[in-house]
């Protein structure tokens, strides 16, 4: 019989967190609360070494990434910086690629070593785009 741990959930201004102890745990369920009506959700992982800032680095948004000099700030860089490379790809017409779930994530092998080294992982919800504007 498999025991399920709660684990904390960390939020900030519409950011959730999923401590990395819990990245096996079952936060498949949790992970769907943060997400919002018109909202995508985006995973980050957290990276920090040492005495550097935080980076941020986001699988599903190809050259998206932050920095952070301090964890409170972590969440609010993460936002701003999915929602200016969502702009972007939209004004230079780039499709925007699907988002993964955290449980698929996790199993890509290429992404293993970055959620071994993670610090945190972070699931950053950005208002989906008008479907008129993204026609336009």
């Known amino acids: 019989r498999r025991r399920h741990t709660r684990y904390p959930l960390v939020t900030g201004v519409q950011t959730c967190a999923l401590p990395i102890s819990a990245r096996f745990g079952p936060f498949t369920d949790r992970l769907a609360g943060c ?18 800032a935080y980076g941020i680095y986001f699988p599903d948004a190809p050259g998206c990434f932050s920095a952070a000099d301090s964890l409170d700030e ?11 490379w969502r702009s972007l790809m939209n004004e230079q017409g780039h499709p925007i690629p699907d988002c993964r779930d955290l449980s698929v994530l996790q199993r890509d092998t290429a992404l293993a070593d970055y959620f071994a080294d993670a610090a945190l992982v972070i699931a950053v919800p950005v208002p989906s785009p008008h479907p008129s504007a993204e026609a336009a």
């Open 35 to 52: 997400r919002m009506l018109n909202m995508t959700t985006y995973i980050g992982i957290v990276s920090k070494d040492g005495d550097t």
């Open 74 to 84: 972590v969440f609010t860089k993460a936002g701003e910086a999915l929602a200016g």
